[in-house]
């Protein structure tokens, strides 16, 4: 639900960030707008080997507020050792820092 309040809209909060969370280093291109397209990741995986991810298909982005934080959520599709995976690459801004989310279904 959405309340308007002079010239601001508030939104509701998303609650916590679900799922499997990864810290990672992100290179993101920003266009002319404004708009970031992440273009690579890089992640520590569960041996302590830093991976390169270059293949990500960003399918939406969304401004939101996960428990107070303001943040930029890309759904994406990435391949990562040979296997396509939907996740979530979030940009948490005040901390200026990325995440990564995946469901373990």
Request: overall charge neutral; proline content about 2%; aromatic content about 8%.
């Amino acid at each position: 639900m959405t309340f308007k309040i002079g010239s601001e809209i508030q939104t509701g909060d998303a609650g916590a960030i679900r799922g499997q969370v990864r810290d990672i280093a992100c290179k993101c291109w920003f266009t002319r707008k404004g708009e970031g397209i992440p273009l690579m990741i890089k992640l520590e995986d569960e041996d302590g080997i830093i991976r390169t991810i270059r293949e990500i298909g960003v399918r939406y982005c969304e401004q939101k507020s996960y428990s107070g934080i303001p943040s930029t959520e890309y759904g994406c599709e990435i391949v990562w050792e040979g296997i396509r995976k939907e996740v979530k690459l979030i940009f948490l801004q005040e901390e200026c820092r990325w995440i990564m989310t995946e469901d373990k279904r």
